[in-house]
């Protein structure tokens, strides 16, 4: 199997290429990093929350929702992800699916509405 320099590396280093990328607002590239990463080690929620950002970025917003349906599906409890998986499906025009998520969000970070 041929190495690409997106592949290229220890897991830590491809985790630390793929922040660097998405730092520097290229999140086309850094998901390429993540992609393999994410392979690599499903299990863990940092590089596929990542991952899930930097697709969102990209208007890659299928993609987002995918990888944030995954992590919420896991750990119910992660409110970035339902943050930012209310904020996916509200930029395909799909509100009505998104307001569970981001009122559950809100709960979950303690930012309740004033009565």
Same mark, same amino acid.
């Given at each position: 199997?041929?190495?690409?320099?997106?592949?290229?590396?220890?897991?830590?280093?491809?985790?630390?290429?793929?922040?660097?990328?998405?730092?520097?607002?290229?999140?086309?590239? %850094?998901?390429?990093? !993540?992609?393999?990463? #994410?392979?690599?080690? $499903?299990?863990?929620?940092?590089? @596929? *929350? &990542? =991952?899930? /950002?930097?697709?969102?970025?990209?208007?890659?917003?299928?993609? %987002?929702?995918?990888? !944030?349906?995954?992590? #919420?599906?896991?750990? $119910?409890?992660?409110?970035?992800? @339902? *943050? &930012? =998986?209310? /904020?996916?499906?509200?930029?395909?025009?799909?509100?009505?699916? %998104?307001?569970?998520? !981001?009122?559950?969000?809100?709960?979950?970070?303690?930012?309740?509405?004033?009565?």
């Amino acid at each position: 199997m041929e190495t690409t320099y997106y592949d290229h590396g220890a897991p830590a280093e491809r985790w630390e290429r793929a922040q660097m990328f998405f730092d520097a607002k290229d999140y086309y590239a %850094a998901a390429r990093v !993540l992609e393999g990463l #994410v392979d690599e080690v $499903p299990e863990q929620t940092g590089p @596929r *929350l &990542l =991952l899930a /950002r930097a697709y969102y970025h990209s208007a890659q917003l299928r993609r %987002a929702e995918a990888e !944030l349906n995954v992590i #919420v599906e896991r750990d $119910p409890v992660e409110h970035y992800a @339902r *943050l &930012l =998986l209310g /904020r996916t499906l509200q930029r395909q025009g799909r509100d009505s699916e %998104a307001e569970p998520h !981001l009122r559950l969000a809100s709960a979950l970070s303690g930012d309740f509405a004033e009565a």
